[in-house]
């Protein structure tokens, strides 16, 4: 698999595959069927993976560092802090917390439960209004000089807490949804970005799954669906936004390609240093998403999908007003 360049020199496979979905409760019971995939994804050709503490939490975590275990030199693993877990019982207490002594114990649980002696990319999750950025990026300027992290990265930040935060740490990745239904990143993170030197590793790169093609507004979400709650996910919502799915559908005719090759190709062609971030429980799908690395888009179709912005407006919010009140900060 080809590799790109985030910020700060890190090196990373041109996708990478996200953890979330394989277990976000204290129980996984298909744990051995994602352990192997994830392996599979190494064999593959992938070598960045993503997961945080606050993923079961902690489940996830140990289910990463056990698939890897044993080839931990041929992988690069992000994780992330910053939510207010007891990093005693595993509790978590809701709201935000990045205070110095919460990252610092933070990342020694990780650090456990990955079976690693370091972290290669440590996102803090949220921005904590209660934290000052410099005083978190100072944090972990101390764990990189320690050698417990390699890189530092933000996720869903703003563009005043990215450039607060890349002035006493460089940033090497800011992780916040992005894709061809959630285009504000182009007004002024993308901007930041580039001017900073930092990579971006877009998570919901097929739009929770929406770009796939394969959700419609006859779709039902179980109770433990997260979508059920998204307005952009309701009913009347979805039926309208079925316009950028039926783009993709006649591009992808004329390339050979799925909607969602078409999604992560148009994606990938943004800048040399954004790597997609995907989720994925099956083989099958795993193995037709990289296949988004040979698409090749041409000049015409890649203006239809960049002003389908303007021409077909998502309708909805990306998360309930609750989430919404926490990014961009």
Do not use: C
């Given at each position: 698999?080809?590799?790109?360049?985030?910020?700060?020199?890190?090196?990373?496979?041109?996708?990478?595959?996200?953890?979330?979905?394989?277990?976000?409760?204290?129980?996984?019971?298909?744990?051995?069927?994602?352990?192997?995939?994830?392996?599979?994804?190494?064999?593959?050709?992938?070598?960045?993976?993503?997961?945080?503490?606050?993923?079961?939490?902690?489940?996830?975590?140990?289910?990463?560092?056990?698939?890897?275990?044993?080839?931990?030199?041929?992988?690069?693993?992000?994780?992330?802090?910053?939510?207010?877990?007891?990093?005693?019982?595993?509790?978590?207490?809701?709201?935000?917390?990045?205070?110095?002594?919460?990252?610092?114990?933070?990342?020694?649980?990780?650090?456990?439960?990955?079976?690693?002696?370091?972290?290669?990319?440590?996102?803090?999750?949220?921005?904590?209004?209660?934290?000052?950025?410099?005083?978190?990026?100072?944090?972990?300027?101390?764990?990189?000089?320690?050698?417990?992290?390699?890189?530092?990265?933000?996720?869903?930040?703003?563009?005043?807490?990215?450039?607060?935060?890349?002035?006493?740490?460089?940033?090497?990745?800011?992780?916040?949804?992005?894709?061809?239904?959630t285009r504000e990143p182009e007004d002024e993170i993308i901007p930041t970005l580039e001017e900073l030197g930092i990579?971006?590793?877009?998570?919901?790169?097929?739009?929770?799954?929406?770009?796939?093609?394969?959700?419609?507004?006859?779709t039902t979400f179980s109770e433990t669906d997260m979508r059920r709650g998204v307005p952009r996910f309701a009913p009347a919502a979805r039926n309208i936004n079925q316009r950028l799915v039926g783009l993709l559908r006649n591009?992808?005719?004329?390339?050979?390609?799925?909607?969602?090759?078409?999604?992560?190709?148009?994606?990938?062609?943004?800048?040399?240093?954004?790597?997609?971030?995907?989720?994925?429980?099956?083989?099958?799908?795993?193995?037709?998403?990289?296949?988004?690395?040979?698409?090749?888009?041409?000049?015409?179709?890649?203006?239809?999908?960049?002003?389908?912005?303007?021409?077909?407006?998502?309708?909805?919010?990306?998360?309930?007003?609750?989430?919404?009140?926490?990014?961009?900060?």
């Open positions: 698999m080809e590799k790109r360049k985030l910020g700060q020199g890190l090196e990373v496979s041109a996708l990478s595959l996200g953890a979330m979905g394989y277990g976000k409760s204290r129980d996984i019971p298909d744990r051995t069927d994602m352990i192997a995939l994830l392996r599979k994804a190494v064999d593959l050709g992938m070598d960045f993976f993503d997961t945080a503490e606050t993923y079961g939490p902690w489940t996830n975590e140990e289910m990463v560092g056990e698939a890897f275990r044993g080839i931990r030199d041929k992988v690069k693993i992000a994780t992330k802090f910053g939510w207010d877990i007891d990093q005693d019982t595993g509790e978590h207490r809701g709201g935000v917390n990045s205070k110095p002594a919460q990252i610092r114990r933070a990342v020694e649980g990780s650090l456990k439960r990955l079976g690693t002696d370091y972290i290669d990319l440590y996102y803090q999750h949220r921005v904590d209004p209660g934290a000052p950025m410099e005083e978190v990026a100072g944090v972990v300027k101390d764990l990189i000089q320690q050698g417990k992290v390699r890189f530092f990265g933000l996720s869903e930040a703003g563009a005043k807490s990215i450039r607060r935060a890349h002035a006493v740490q460089p940033v090497a990745a800011l992780q916040s949804e992005y894709s061809l239904w990579g971006m590793v877009p998570f919901s790169p097929l739009g929770k799954g929406f770009l796939t093609g394969t959700i419609d507004a006859s591009i992808g005719d004329r390339r050979g390609a799925s909607p969602a090759r078409v999604a992560l190709a148009w994606l990938l062609a943004q800048k040399p240093w954004i790597v997609p971030l995907f989720g994925t429980r099956k083989l099958e799908r795993f193995e037709e998403n990289i296949g988004a690395l040979s698409v090749r888009l041409t000049g015409d179709d890649m203006r239809e999908l960049s002003e389908s912005r303007a021409t077909m407006p998502v309708q909805g919010n990306r998360y309930p007003d609750e989430h919404m009140r926490r990014v961009g900060l």
